[in-house]
């Protein structure tokens, strides 16, 4: 079964995708869970009484303050490390598009895992729009890179050969 949208297409949109999701939020950060201020100590003083001892006061410490997060405080993708993932993936899958050669299909094939991975990163911060526009584009490149994903058993995705070398059947 083959898809009514081309490859050329499907490569396009995902890295379309891609570069759209580089404005939803990727990573948890600090402003998103909240965070603990640091505390402080304050030292004792020691005075020289008029008997020549030492009068010292103990130090004290402060403990800090919990300061409470907001979830529109995630890192996006351009400010996140998701980034070092989602821009080569957006160029390769841009620059496969225009092209049909066996490292097109190695660098669509990297910019699908690669944009699983961080996916499922994010998903497990918590950042399910980063998360979910991911994996629609990792998808997307992926019906393109391994057509045997998206086939069902038994039905073939290339052409029989008939015998001539140059029937030689490519993945898109």
Do not use: H, N
Not at 33 to 48: A, D, E, H, Q
């Amino acid at each position: 079964m083959t898809s009514p949208i081309g490859p050329k297409v499907r490569l396009l949109v995902a890295a379309g995708l891609v570069v759209f999701s580089l404005g939803l939020g990727w990573a948890a950060t600090a402003g998103s869970t909240g965070y603990t201020s640091p505390g402080y100590v304050m030292p004792g003083l020691c005075t020289s009484t008029y008997d020549g001892y030492l009068d010292c006061s103990p130090g004290t410490y402060q403990v800090g303050y919990y300061i409470p997060g907001t979830p529109a405080g995630a890192a996006r993708g351009y400010e996140a490390d998701a980034r070092i993932a989602l821009v080569p993936a957006a160029i390769a899958l841009g620059w496969a598009s225009r092209r049909r050669s066996r490292g097109s299909v190695l660098a669509v094939q990297a910019s699908s895992a690669a944009l699983a991975f961080v996916s499922v990163r994010a998903a497990v911060d918590g950042q399910t729009a980063g998360a979910l526009v991911g994996l629609l584009a990792a998808a997307l490149a992926a019906s393109v890179a391994w057509p045997a994903l998206t086939t069902r058993a038994g039905s073939r995705t290339t052409p029989r050969r008939t015998g001539s070398p140059s029937a030689a059947p490519t993945t898109f």
